[in-house]
């Protein structure tokens, strides 16, 4: 399994974004949604419109370690959800394939992110990075690995530092 890498630099993550925006909304909404919240991929897939909707924040079991997870969601997230649930049904996905009804496949989301990466010249990037992304960037704006933690729902404060507060990349084409 390869390492994937945070986006470190501020002005492509915007680009992304907005390469994302203008090419599939629902793909700009799954990048918005994990650089502002954090989630892993596996969370943002299983989300719902009713769990975001007019919502304040959201509230769920995380998939991977089965705890319980409550935060704010982002102002500028919450913008960007009400813009895309207006006029969906609650149950449907957040993230939905129209063909299936069901979410995107964890393949898709890494096919958006790989191809995204590649457009700005940015690899080793996959679905983790938009989790490192955020992780990277709230820990530089505050350099508080134990708030990081417990926003990670980790449990040890050493997988914390180790995934998300490296200084930089091996790889130099990774912003």
Not at 44 to 54: A, P, Q, W
Not at 64 to 71: V, W
Request: aromatic share 10%; charged share 30%; glycine share 4%.
């Amino acid at each position: 399994m390869n390492t994937v890498q945070p986006i470190r630099d501020m002005n492509t993550v915007m680009d992304i974004a907005r390469y994302l925006k203008q090419n599939n909304e629902r793909d700009y909404v799954m990048f918005t949604t994990g650089i502002y919240s954090g989630l892993r991929v596996s969370d943002i897939l299983k989300l719902r419109v009713k769990d975001v909707r007019g919502k304040d924040y959201i509230a769920m079991r995380e998939k991977k370690t089965k705890k319980e997870k409550r935060f704010i969601i982002n102002k500028n997230l919450k913008k960007i959800l009400e813009a895309w649930t207006r006029g969906k049904d609650d149950l449907q996905y957040l993230l939905e394939n129209p063909a299936t009804h069901r979410p995107i496949s964890r393949q898709r989301a890494w096919e958006v992110m790989r191809n995204a990466g590649e457009e700005f010249g940015v690899y080793n990037l996959g679905t983790h990075t938009m989790r490192k992304t955020f992780g990277y960037h709230m820990y530089q704006a505050n350099h508080d690995a134990v708030m990081l933690m417990k926003l990670f729902n980790h449990s040890d404060i050493h997988v914390t530092c180790l995934l998300y507060t490296s200084p930089s990349p091996r790889d130099p084409k990774t912003s």
